[in-house]
C-alpha cells in the first residue's frame, strides 16, 4: 500500500508540474507568436476599425464624442512623450550618480534602473537591490554602501516630487498635486496596476471634467439662472 501511495503521489506531481509546464509554455507562447500577430493585424486595420465604430456613434452627439477622443489621446500621447522624457532624465541621474562614488558597472546599472521607473517601483526597488549588492561587494564599509543608498533615496524624491509632477502634470494637463494624488489613490485603490494606470486615468477623467465644465459654463443654468423669490 505503501508503494501504490508512493506511486500516486509521485503521478500527482508529475501532472501538477506538466500542466504547470504546459501552461507556462502556452504564456510563452502567446507572448512570442500571438501577440506580435495581433499587433501587426490591428496596426493594418486601425483606420477601418474606428471608422466601423465612428459609424456606431450617435449622428448627434458624433462631433462631440470624436472631439473628446481626439482630446484624450492628445493627452495620453504627451504623456507617454513626458513618461520617456522622465525616464531619460533619472536614466541619466542615476548612471552619473553611481559612476561617481565610483560603483563597478554603475553606469549599466543606473541608466537600467533609469528606464526601468517606466514600471512603477520596479526600476528604483530593482536598480536600489542591484546597486547595495555591488556597493556590498565592491566597498565592504558602510560608508560606500551609504553614499549609493543616498542616491536613490534623493533620485526617489527628485522623481515623486518634482520631475514627475511637473512634466507629466503639464502634459497631461493636471496639476501636479492631482498626479501625486492620483498616484497614491490608484496605488491604495489596486496596487501596482492601479499605480500604473493612474496617469492615463486622470488624465481622462481631466478630460471629460474640462468638457462638462464648459458645457456648464455656456449652459443657462450659469448665464441666466433662474430667478427664485420677488
Not at 565592504?140 to 509632477?165: K, M, N, R, S
Request: aromatic share 12%.
Amino acid at each position: 500500500m505503501s508503494q501504490i501511495g508512493a506511486i500516486l503521489s509521485f503521478l500527482g506531481t508529475s501532472a501538477t508540474r506538466l500542466i504547470g509546464g504546459g501552461y507556462a509554455l502556452f504564456s510563452v507562447f502567446t507572448l512570442v507568436v500571438v501577440t506580435p500577430v495581433v499587433a501587426f493585424y490591428l496596426l493594418r486595420d486601425w483606420p477601418r476599425i474606428m471608422g466601423r465604430i465612428e459609424s456606431w456613434l450617435p449622428r448627434r452627439s458624433a462631433a462631440t464624442l470624436r472631439q473628446l477622443a481626439r482630446d484624450t489621446d492628445r493627452v495620453l500621447s504627451a504623456r507617454l512623450r513626458g513618461q520617456l522624457l522622465c525616464c531619460a532624465l533619472l536614466a541619466g541621474y542615476y548612471a552619473v550618480g553611481l559612476s561617481a562614488v565610483g560603483l563597478e558597472l554603475g553606469l549599466m546599472v543606473g541608466l537600467a534602473s533609469g528606464f526601468l521607473t517606466f514600471i512603477p517601483y520596479v526600476g528604483s526597488m530593482t536598480g536600489l537591490a542591484t546597486a547595495l549588492l555591488l556597493a556590498i561587494g565592491q566597498f565592504g564599509t558602510w560608508d560606500g554602501v551609504g553614499l549609493v543608498a543616498a542616491i536613490f533615496v534623493t533620485g526617489q524624491i527628485v522623481e515623486g516630487y518634482i520631475i514627475y509632477p511637473r512634466l507629466l502634470g503639464d502634459r497631461v494637463e493636471l496639476h501636479a498635486v492631482w498626479v501625486i494624488f492620483a498616484l497614491f489613490a490608484g496605488g491604495v485603490a489596486f496596487g501596482f496596476l492601479g499605480v500604473l494606470l493612474a496617469v492615463p486615468m486622470a488624465a481622462t477623467l481631466g478630460v471629460l471634467a474640462r468638457y462638462w465644465l464648459r458645457r456648464y459654463l455656456e449652459s443657462p443654468l450659469y448665464l441666466d439662472p433662474p430667478r427664485t423669490g420677488v
